[in-house]
């Protein structure tokens, strides 16, 4: 099945996403990001409205995933490994790793994670040691979309639900 459904937590509507809207260093870069998974989005959405002190809101879309992937180039990650590790280090130092790609998909690096990424960055541990820290934790999933035209063309707002 290429359409699968989708979220996005925040405190507004978003029927129309944005690619280039949000922050820049971020897991996956400066783009759209969606989860698959419902409980996270409600998640995100109750977080940001308590430092925003707004409604949390939750926005579903359809995405056609399988026509996205193959018209951009992707790149997913399936678990907290080393690739994945890299590319997060990258894009937190600000080097940039998602610029080319149009689809990002892979774990979280929820504070949970982030402790161990930051405990590297700052000289404390190392990447073996984080690794090891980091095998201990399933990943949960996030979409980072960074190409509006296909996000215009495959994401499809299918309603928003205050919480």
Known sequence: MNE???Y???TQEVSQPLCKFGRLHLDFGQGFYITDRREQAIEWAFRM???RKEH???NS???NRGDFIKEGRSLSFTSYDEKWFDFIVASRMGLAPSIGYDYIEGGVANDRIIDSIN???QGFIT???ALQRLSEHQPNNQICL????LTDKYLMFDGKEQL
């Open 4 to 6: 699968i459904l989708v």
């Open 8 to 10: 996005h937590g925040g």
């Open 49 to 51: 409205a308590r430092n």
């Open 56 to 58: 949390p809101i939750l």
């Open 61 to 63: 879309y359809w995405l």
């Open 119 to 121: 405990l590297y960055l």
């Open 127 to 129: 990447k073996r040691m």
């Open 146 to 149: 960074l190409n509006q035209h």
